[in-house]
């Protein structure tokens, strides 16, 4: 029996466990000292009540034998596939409810897809990026290449022609930095791929954030979209679905590599690995594709790009360059004092506030923090306030 070597070649400990080590240590070591997080992505506000009153009424009918439902789809109910589609069509984009695939969520479908591609493939993706990206594709073998996100571009990098690779990652809104791809800038991620033969792993988990009208919200309004992404979404921060659990990817049927269609190939993995999101959790994940349930996920999320305002008016204020925050949950800024992304989480943590180092989410991160807009009101306020006397004491 041999193991899969690859695993020693990722980081030892997780980026999350690790901050929630330090954490526990400092208040272990300060029992009566108050922690506010403004690290981890875990949203704070409750699901919808519209989602909670469809839950209970289909656990209910889990309980009756007229209405209860074993194994279902493994490619998700036609009721929530529809729905999907016609949420679709109000970005003017039209699809099939047979290339959309329910989930467990994002993160999942991120690691899974990569099934239905060879480890002979080369990768690409940001240097600044989601872990889950580069630990998954470390862990299979993959080559990976790297494309260059700084102040500069805004963390916005265009392709480089030079570079040829088969397996694209972008993610826009994009975790950790906030920064949104404008279509000129999606435009020419599509004709590279187009041109190279490559397929977009499209990560949208955050485009219900995006307020700027003029920015696109799926790979998919870009012409030529379709024949070479994946786009991969999730209801975990549209919703607050990150103790509930449900997300989708949409495989196009214009997706075909080697005369195979990968409409067809993920169908397939997906009836062998996967036995589908529980009926009751798709009956809540429909109703927020309803008129109530968009009217109410919105008000949710306006809390929080308000929480982001705060943080925005904060760093102005204080003269600190950020991107992120006006269509994201997530401000990426520059530490201030020059110093390094862990010397700051420590300097930050010992005031009793825990943000997310930027060099742990790639060595040019490093001088870089993200700060999330997933807290409560209060929390963010005096959260800023004690970022100023930080800031402050390190000018002093």
């Known amino acids: ?16 466990s690790t901050i929630a080590k330090k954490v526990n240590e400092f208040k272990a070591a300060h029992p009566d000292k108050e922690i506010i997080r403004l690290g981890i992505g875990d949203v704070t506000l409750p699901l919808p009540k519209i989602v909670v009153k ?21 490619q998700g109910y036609a009721f929530l596939r529809d729905k999907i589609s016609d ?16 989930s467990d969520g994002a993160k999942s479908d991120l690691g899974n897809i990569l099934d239905i591609f060879s480890v002979d493939n080369t990768v690409l993706m940001s240097d600044i990026v989601y872990p889950v990206y580069l630990d998954t594709n470390v862990m299979a073998g993959r080559k990976v290449k790297f494309f260059e996100g700084n102040a500069q571009n805004n963390f ?8 040829d690779a088969d397996i694209i990652y972008i993610c826009s809104p994009c975790n950790p930095t906030g920064a949104v791809y404008d279509k000129a800038g999606l435009k020419a991620w599509v004709d590279y791929a187009n041109k190279k033969g490559a397929i977009i792993l499209f990560d949208s988990a955050y485009e219900a954030f995006i307020q700027d009208k003029t920015l696109p919200t799926s790979i998919y309004e870009i012409e030529g979209a379709k024949t070479c992404a994946i786009e991969i979404c999730s209801l975990s921060k549209t919703a607050g679905f990150t103790g509930t659990r449900c997300g989708y990817t949409v495989v196009p049927m214009d997706l075909v590599f080697e005369n195979t269609s990968l409409n067809k190939m993920w169908l397939r993995r997906q009836t062998t690995k996967f036995n589908g999101v529980s009926y009751v959790i798709q009956r809540g994940a429909e109703a927020v594709f309803t008129d109530e349930g968009y009217k109410q996920t919105r008000e949710n999320i306006s809390y929080y790009l308000g929480n982001a305002k705060v943080m925005m008016d904060t760093l102005g204020e204080l003269g600190i360059w950020y991107v992120g ?27 009793g506030v825990v943000g997310t180092p930027g060099v742990g989410f790639g060595v040019h991160g490093d001088g870089y923090f993200r700060l999330t807009a997933f807290g409560n009101r209060e929390n963010v306020v005096k959260a800023m306030a004690i970022f100023k006397q930080v800031v402050k004491d390190l000018k002093a």
């Open 87 to 102: 949420y679709y069509k109000t970005k003017g984009v039209t699809l099939s409810s047979d290339e959309i695939f329910v």
């Open 156 to 163: 916005l990098p265009l392709p480089d022609e030079s570079v």
């Open 325 to 351: 925050g006006k269509n994201s949950p997530y401000i990426w800024l520059k530490c201030p004092g020059n110093m390094n992304s862990w010397d700051f989480f420590d300097l930050l943590l010992s005031y």
């Open 1 to 16: 029996m041999k193991i899969n070597s690859n695993y020693h070649n990722v980081e030892e400990g997780y980026l999350f």
């Open 54 to 74: 469809v839950l209970v009424k289909a656990s209910e009918e889990m309980g009756d034998a007229k209405t209860f439902k074993g194994y279902g789809e493994e």
